[in-house]
């Protein structure tokens, strides 16, 4: 939830908390479009108007985190962050409302905050139920013992499924001994005793004292009117009264770092991992910005120094990095996955060499330049979307005032090679560091940090800059979405173009190029998986690093991805640059140069993500269960190999392979390629037929199809996975029918009701809020739409203890949806629910482009989600259950439990 490296009722008596008069809210400023409001009882609210965002998003930013939490307090904000979703005597039911409202809705906690946001299909009565809803909850939550039993042991399963990752443990240990006094040594998530032993009355107190609209920053954007919008707020908010004592500010500062300090952590795994954090300032003071671009220049991927020292010298598989921008001083934390036959211990030695290097010699305007392009191409994004701008304007009002996020933006852009220097020299020494290793098994010289500085005169006459931009209203409906969509073909690419005027010029496209068949791939999946990203490492004309830079340049950015016979690229763009962006992907297609150092990177990386995996119950359950589903012959492309089988072919994987693959298969014979965003369609159009003309190809391409023939028979697979506190539950059924089978529409909502909505789900009611026994429990349905195969499949997290409950009630519950139907309310809730999902991803640039891609591929237009829609809306209870009982049985479900079990039952299958 941070900006990467940078930015920054009853119980209303009970509570002591009384409902006002209000006087009207007075202006406080605006930047760039957002303007700043505050109530007569504190709260502030900052509301921008975006027309072209058919959501609206409300944000309600508690100013407490884990770094206002006493002794005994550790993990309390979180833990109260849970409870506040709990039912109030307004909203009995939130998340069933939220769920039939179409909102994607969430709340997190973080060392200085606290946040609640949902963004909703945009329109009046959304906007007051979520302002209305918001103001109670931020009051009136009960907070009771009942609640919080359920709730501490979900809680509780969160921290133990932190405890499954060793590089997060190591990050912890790391700050735990970098700050020894300062809460932000202390995880958010707290420890275990604190969460299970709280006292009620305790957490109630907690509320009480930081729960209150002088402790609150309402962040409120999309397609909105700002005066009635500010009209709400006071209605729904104004009303509450300020209590008397204020909130006292916090006041521990960590002492400067006096020695280098030294963690070792050892678990069970197989991936070493090295670390090193440095103390810095606050993401107000002036010195951060200098400070954030230090750490790019360190650890980007493929033109960081510590990229080139380590990854590319097959030293580590990975270095990543994040310059924390926290409300006091904070630290950057820089950590590098240890490549299979090194040392960690000295692996931590170079990365902290090259650390010095960079003191010592300094850095290059070049490296300032492509860190700055990194930077404004991360913000420009960012801004184009306003949900995650408003989340991320939470974090800055966090650090200070929300309005640092523009301020440090335009700080960034005067940093020179001076000021990172300096800062290099100033933190970047052994006494302020602290270095940690994850092993699978001087003289005192002080570096004060400066205070946090004064952030009201910092921002007082801030005005911003004047050339933001809006894009249009639009309407996501099928129907207004037909009426734009333009169709062509390249070749054998089929294209759909939808040009529409977005916020920034942003542009999305997908292009999916199709080859070969099953026969002719047989035992060549690893190499269809690797082939696209080793092309858009380099061309002939471009090295990994100058492509890395270009994109950056042109504020662009490129994914690519393989798959049995696919080869999909994902981009992001804006429209002065996407002309230019499509022709580096010509050269990524026509042009690739398949550079044995970048496949030799990218096996090193892929074979340390298999090697973590084999340790981790969420990789390893839905795995084995995947390899029942999919019972092809070893070499078939539709294989599913184990994790160690899928380790060796990386490992054996040869550049040969890849450029025959290429020059025998890779072509613009057959695919789709989408486009929609902020576009010039006649220039665009010249760009792809340029990139896609006159290719052609050795071998034809027939679709590989996959059959859900021959079921497996159902049984239980127990997986041990020693020294993991978080156990995962995985089964799945396989069903012979596609998506447009007449239960189809039944079958998506009866999986909505079960696990597919979240918290609105009975699997969720059950399994996590009645039982507190699972973090994260669902179900999820998926159907192809060209051949007879569907998937059911339930899952969820849980402490090993509680795995046989788990599946015991996941079953039971759906034998009672099976048994006794459902309720009209909640069959109404669902079709609601979905139908506005469906809407919201539509919303969404990227995904309406992937839905386009979709429809193309299999000979449709939206007219078929139209009617999908319609029927989804006429189902009836009864309909959705006869659906569920044809198709759905409990007893053929193919079962899979992963952990660190206390008793192995004999009549289970076993598996390490």
Same mark, same amino acid.
């Given at each position: 939830?941070?900006?990467?490296?940078?930015?920054?009722?009853?119980?209303?008596?009970?509570?002591?908390?009384?409902?006002?008069?209000?006087?009207?809210?007075?202006?406080?400023?605006?930047?760039?479009?957002?303007?700043?409001?505050?109530?007569?009882?504190?709260?502030?609210?900052?509301?921008?108007?975006?027309?072209? *965002?058919?959501?609206?998003?409300?944000?309600?930013?508690?100013?407490?985190?884990?770094?206002?939490?006493?002794?005994?307090?550790?993990?309390?904000?979180?833990?109260?962050? /849970?409870?506040?979703?709990?039912?109030?005597?307004?909203?009995?039911?939130?998340?069933?409302?939220?769920?039939?409202?179409?909102?994607?809705?969430?709340?997190?906690?973080?060392?200085?905050?606290?946040?609640?946001?949902?963004?909703?299909?945009?329109?009046?009565?959304?906007?007051?139920?979520?302002?209305?809803?918001?103001?109670?909850?931020?009051?009136?939550?009960?907070?009771?013992?009942?609640?919080?039993?359920?709730?501490?042991?979900?809680?509780?399963?969160?921290?133990?499924? =932190?405890?499954?990752?060793?590089?997060?443990?190591?990050?912890?240990?790391?700050?735990?001994?970098?700050?020894?006094?300062?809460?932000?040594?202390?995880?958010?998530?707290?420890?275990?005793?604190?969460?299970?032993?709280?006292?009620?009355?305790?957490?109630?107190?907690?509320?009480?004292?930081?729960?209150?609209?002088?402790?609150?920053?309402?962040?409120?954007?999309?397609?909105?009117?700002?005066?009635?919008?500010?009209?709400?707020?006071?209605?729904?908010?104004?009303?509450?009264?300020?209590?008397?004592?204020?909130? #006292?500010?916090?006041?521990?500062?960590?002492?400067?770092?006096?020695?280098?300090?030294?963690?070792?952590?050892?678990?069970?795994?197989?991936?070493?991992?090295?670390?090193?954090?440095?103390?810095? @300032?606050?993401?107000?003071?002036?010195?951060?910005?200098?400070?954030?671009?230090?750490?790019?220049?360190?650890?980007?991927?493929?033109?960081?120094?510590?990229?080139?020292?380590?990854?590319?010298?097959?030293?580590?598989?990975?270095?990543?990095?994040?310059?924390?921008?926290?409300?006091?001083?904070?630290?950057?934390?820089?950590?590098?996955?240890?490549?299979?036959?090194?040392?960690?211990?000295?692996?931590?030695?170079?990365?902290?060499?090259?650390?010095?290097?960079?003191?010592?010699?300094?850095?290059?305007?070049?490296?300032?330049?492509?860190?700055?392009?990194?930077?404004?191409?991360?913000?420009?994004?960012?801004?184009?979307?306003?949900?995650?701008?408003?989340?991320?304007?939470?974090?800055?009002?966090?650090?200070?005032?929300?309005?640092?996020?523009?301020?440090?933006?335009?700080?960034?852009?005067?940093?020179?090679?001076?000021?990172?220097?300096?800062?290099?020299?100033?933190?970047?020494?052994?006494?302020?560091?602290?270095?940690?290793?994850?092993?699978?098994?001087?003289?005192?010289?002080?570096?004060?940090?400066?205070?946090?500085?004064?952030?009201?005169?910092?921002?007082?006459?801030?005005?911003?800059?004047?050339?933001?931009?809006?894009? !249009?209203?639009?309407?996501?409906?099928?129907?207004?979405?037909?009426?734009?969509?333009?169709?062509?073909?390249?070749?054998?690419?089929?294209?759909?173009?939808?040009?529409?005027?977005?916020?920034?010029?942003?542009?999305?496209?997908?292009?999916?190029?199709?080859?070969?068949?099953?026969?002719?791939?047989?035992?060549?999946?690893?190499?269809?998986?690797?082939?696209?990203?080793?092309?858009?490492?380099?061309?002939?004309?471009?090295?990994?690093?100058?492509?890395?830079?270009?994109?950056?340049?042109?504020?662009?950015?490129?994914?690519?991805?393989?798959?049995?016979? !696919?080869?999909?690229?994902?981009?992001?763009?804006?429209?002065?640059?996407?002309?230019?962006?499509?022709?580096?992907?010509?050269?990524?297609?026509? !042009?690739?140069?398949?550079?044995?150092?970048?496949?030799?990177?990218?096996?090193?990386?892929?074979?340390?993500?298999?090697?973590?995996?084999?340790?981790?119950?969420?990789?390893?359950?839905?795995?084995?269960?995947?390899?029942?589903?999919?019972?092809?012959?070893?070499?078939?492309?539709?294989?599913?190999?184990?994790?160690?089988?899928?380790?060796?072919?990386?490992?054996?994987?040869?550049?040969?392979?890849?450029?025959?693959?290429?020059?025998?298969?890779?072509?613009?014979?057959?695919?789709?390629?989408?486009?929609?965003?902020?576009?010039?369609?006649?220039?665009?159009?010249?760009?792809?037929?340029?990139?896609?003309?006159?290719?052609?190809?050795?071998?034809?391409?027939?679709?590989?199809?996959?059959?859900?023939?021959?079921?497996?028979?159902?049984?239980?697979?127990?997986?041990?996975?020693?020294?993991?506190?978080?156990?995962?539950?995985?089964?799945?059924?396989?069903?012979?029918? #596609?998506?447009?089978? @007449?239960?189809?529409?039944?079958?998506?909502?009866?999986?909505?009701?079960?696990?597919?909505?979240?918290?609105?789900?009975?699997?969720?009611?059950?399994?996590?809020?009645?039982?507190?026994?699972?973090?994260?429990?669902?179900?999820?349905?998926?159907?192809?739409?060209?051949?007879?195969?569907?998937?059911?499949?339930?899952?969820?997290?849980?402490?090993?203890?509680?795995?046989?409950?788990?599946?015991?009630?996941?079953?039971?519950?759906?034998?009672?949806?099976?048994?006794?139907?459902?309720?009209?309310?909640?069959?109404?809730?669902?079709?609601?629910?979905?139908?506005?999902?469906?809407?919201?991803?539509? =919303?969404?640039?990227?995904?309406?482009?992937?839905?386009?891609? *979709?429809?193309?591929?299999?000979?449709?237009?939206?007219?078929?989600?139209?009617?999908?829609?319609?029927?989804?809306?006429?189902?009836?209870?009864?309909?959705?259950?006869?659906?569920?009982?044809? /198709?759905?049985?409990?007893?053929?479900?193919?079962?899979?439990?992963?952990?660190?079990?206390?008793?192995?039952?004999?009549?289970?299958?076993?598996?390490?």
């Amino acid at each position: 939830m941070l900006i990467r490296r940078f930015v920054a009722g009853l119980a209303l008596c009970c509570l002591g908390m009384n409902l006002v008069a209000a006087a009207e809210p007075r202006k406080i400023g605006s930047v760039e479009g957002l303007t700043e409001y505050q109530l007569d009882n504190g709260l502030r609210v900052v509301i921008f108007p975006e027309p072209s *965002n058919e959501k609206i998003t409300v944000n309600m930013t508690v100013l407490v985190g884990s770094r206002h939490e006493g002794y005994g307090e550790a993990g309390m904000a979180h833990l109260l962050e /849970h409870m506040l979703f709990k039912p109030t005597s307004k909203h009995p039911r939130p998340d069933q409302d939220l769920q039939s409202r179409g909102a994607d809705y969430n709340g997190t906690t973080w060392f200085d905050r606290t946040n609640y946001y949902e963004t909703l299909p945009a329109g009046d009565d959304n906007l007051e139920w979520a302002i209305e809803y918001e103001a109670d909850r931020l009051i009136n939550c009960p907070i009771n013992a009942a609640d919080l039993t359920s709730e501490m042991t979900v809680v509780r399963n969160e921290f133990e499924m =932190g405890e499954n990752s060793p590089k997060s443990i190591l990050e912890q240990r790391v700050f735990a001994s970098a700050f020894e006094w300062h809460n932000y040594g202390k995880s958010t998530i707290g420890n275990r005793a604190d969460i299970e032993r709280v006292p009620v009355d305790n957490l109630r107190a907690f509320y009480k004292k930081y729960y209150r609209p002088d402790n609150v920053i309402l962040f409120i954007g999309g397609r909105l009117d700002e005066a009635k919008t500010l009209e709400l707020v006071q209605k729904h908010f104004g009303p509450i009264e300020r209590p008397a004592e204020p909130i #006292r500010a916090t006041y521990t500062e960590e002492p400067a770092q006096d020695g280098e300090r030294l963690v070792t952590l050892r678990r069970v795994g197989n991936v070493a991992v090295v670390g090193v954090a440095y103390h810095i @300032p606050a993401a107000a003071d002036a010195e951060f910005p200098a400070v954030a671009l230090l750490e790019a220049i360190l650890t980007a991927d493929k033109t960081g120094r510590l990229y080139k020292a380590l990854v590319e010298r097959r030293r580590a598989a990975k270095v990543q990095g994040m310059a924390y921008a926290l409300h006091d001083p904070g630290a950057i934390f820089i950590s590098a996955e240890v490549a299979q036959g090194n040392e960690p211990d000295s692996v931590a030695e170079d990365m902290l060499e090259a650390i010095n290097e960079v003191v010592k010699d300094g850095i290059t305007e070049v490296e300032l330049v492509r860190a700055k392009r990194q930077f404004r191409k991360y913000l420009d994004q960012l801004a184009a979307e306003t949900p995650k701008l408003l989340i991320e304007l939470a974090e800055s009002a966090a650090a200070g005032d929300w309005r640092l996020f523009f301020l440090n933006r335009d700080r960034l852009e005067d940093v020179t090679v001076d000021d990172v220097n300096r800062v290099a020299r100033k933190y970047l020494v052994p006494n302020n560091r602290t270095v940690g290793m994850y092993i699978p098994s001087q003289q005192p010289q002080r570096t004060p940090i400066a205070a946090v500085p004064d952030v009201s005169k910092l921002v007082e006459n801030y005005k911003g800059r004047s050339d933001f931009s809006t894009g !249009e209203a639009f309407d996501p409906s099928p129907a207004a979405i037909e009426a734009r969509v333009k169709r062509s073909q390249i070749e054998g690419v089929k294209v759909a173009l939808l040009s529409k005027k977005n916020r920034g010029g942003i542009v999305s496209l997908q292009l999916r190029l199709r080859y070969g068949s099953a026969k002719s791939l047989f035992g060549k999946a690893p190499v269809c998986d690797v082939l696209p990203s080793l092309m858009a490492r380099a061309t002939r004309h471009l090295n990994s690093e100058q492509l890395a830079d270009k994109l950056d340049e042109l504020q662009s950015t490129l994914h690519a991805s393989g798959g049995p016979g !696919e080869a999909a690229f994902v981009i992001q763009s804006k429209r002065e640059h996407l002309s230019e962006v499509i022709d580096v992907l010509r050269q990524i297609l026509r !042009e690739p140069a398949f550079p044995q150092e970048e496949l030799d990177i990218l096996k090193q990386r892929r074979a340390a993500e298999l090697e973590e995996q084999m340790t981790q119950p969420q990789a390893l359950a839905p795995r084995v269960v995947s390899q029942k589903l999919n019972p092809y012959p070893v070499g078939d492309v539709r294989y599913q190999p184990n994790l160690s089988d899928e380790l060796k072919q990386i490992q054996g994987l040869e550049l040969a392979s890849l450029k025959k693959l290429y020059e025998d298969f890779l072509s613009a014979q057959a695919g789709e390629l989408a486009i929609v965003g902020d576009f010039d369609e006649a220039e665009t159009v010249a760009a792809l037929q340029k990139a896609l003309k006159d290719w052609k190809a050795k071998s034809p391409y027939e679709r590989i199809s996959r059959s859900a023939e021959n079921p497996p028979k159902p049984e239980t697979i127990r997986i041990e996975t020693p020294d993991k506190a978080n156990a995962m539950y995985f089964a799945g059924l396989l069903l012979a029918l #596609r998506d447009d089978h @007449p239960d189809y529409p039944a079958l998506v909502v009866g999986n909505e009701i079960l696990g597919g909505s979240g918290f609105a789900s009975r699997l969720m009611g059950r399994i996590r809020e009645k039982e507190g026994l699972s973090y994260g429990v669902g179900s999820s349905f998926r159907s192809n739409s060209l051949d007879p195969r569907s998937t059911f499949s339930i899952y969820a997290i849980c402490n090993p203890e509680n795995v046989e409950k788990v599946v015991a009630l996941a079953k039971e519950e759906v034998e009672i949806l099976l048994k006794e139907g459902l309720k009209e309310e909640e069959l109404a809730e669902s079709q609601q629910g979905w139908i506005k999902g469906q809407e919201a991803d539509r =919303g969404e640039d990227g995904k309406l482009a992937s839905i386009l891609a *979709n429809a193309l591929f299999v000979g449709r237009t939206l007219e078929y989600q139209a009617k999908l829609e319609s029927r989804v809306s006429q189902l009836t209870a009864d309909a959705v259950v006869a659906a569920l009982r044809r /198709h759905v049985n409990p007893e053929q479900l193919v079962n899979a439990i992963a952990g660190d079990f206390p008793e192995k039952p004999a009549q289970e299958s076993k598996q390490k």
